[in-house]
């Protein structure tokens, strides 16, 4: 008899992202509250140029265009994703303020000292070579602009079993925080600001439907539903997933204690 070969989310991972671009929704940790907090920390204001680094559908970008007066560069490594993001920037008259490309987060297509900040949010966790990526994004930053992440975050060292559960239920890796620390500090960065979060599933989820608004949430959850049963790659990848949850079983009571999500800021 042969043994059913375990299949991870990080095994799936590019049909992940797929499917978030196809129904027009990307989140991150601590939601719309970090991204106002990244935004204070990086000191954006009217007038000032920032790169989004994986920018997803565009919310963040969308969201300080708009709301903050700035030039915007949103990057993804995804076409679907920056699609969705110039839909976004086009039904919220911004489009004069933001720009979307596809691009490597590790191989910056932008000149020496063009931005005043880079941002990313949970997205330089998922790279192979976060160090390298850390780099560029300090590369293209003026002297004295700031480089702000909002990444996943182990709060102390887990469990090996740990890691690995976490890995098969979502596809991620986060650093511990002593490695976020090391590698913001080896970018050279100064003034670094190092802040980090218990997780709250809940209020998270509530603060995505606020910043989607209920219109786009509901056409996020009706291009899911429609997805599922027009499309058997869809329904593949879906049921795959929940096989996935079914053999992990329910998240260890002891994960909060240990999972987080980091504010990383500093200044070049």
């Known amino acids: 008899m042969h043994n059913k070969k375990q299949v991870s989310l990080g095994e799936l991972g590019p049909s992940y992202f797929d499917l978030q671009a196809d129904i027009g929704s990307t989140k991150h940790a601590g939601s719309i509250k970090t991204t106002r907090e990244l935004i204070e920390l990086c000191n954006l204001n009217e007038g000032k140029y920032v ?31 920056i699609d969705r993001s110039n839909e976004r920037a086009k039904r919220e008259s911004i489009k004069d303020r933001v720009e979307f490309r596809v691009a490597d987060a590790q191989n910056l297509p932008f000149d020496h000292n063009l931005f005043d900040a880079v941002i990313s949010e949970s997205v330089t966790a998922l790279l192979e070579d976060k160090q390298r990526a850390l780099s560029e994004y300090v590369r293209v930053t003026k002297p004295s602009g700031y480089v702000g992440l909002n990444e996943m975050t182990w ?94 079983g329910p998240p260890p009571k002891t994960i909060l204690e240990y999972l987080g999500y980091g504010i990383f800021v500093g200044r070049k």
């Open 51 to 81: 790169l989004d680094v994986g920018c997803g559908v565009g919310m963040t970008s969308c969201y300080i265009a708009k709301n903050h007066s700035c030039r915007v560069v949103g990057i993804d490594n995804s076409e679907r994703m």
């Open 155 to 248: 709060m102390k060292t887990p469990p090996k079993e740990l890691v690995e559960y976490y890995y098969r239920s979502t596809g991620i890796k986060p650093e511990t925080f002593d490695n976020w620390k090391k590698l913001i500090k080896n970018s050279r960065l100064k003034n670094i600001i190092l802040r980090t979060y218990r997780m709250n599933a809940i209020s998270d989820f509530i603060d995505i439907i606020k910043q989607l608004g209920f219109k786009d949430f509901s056409t996020a959850l009706h291009r899911f539903l429609f997805l599922y049963i027009t499309s058997s790659a869809y329904r593949t990848y879906i049921n795959a997933q929940f096989n996935i949850y079914k053999e992990t």
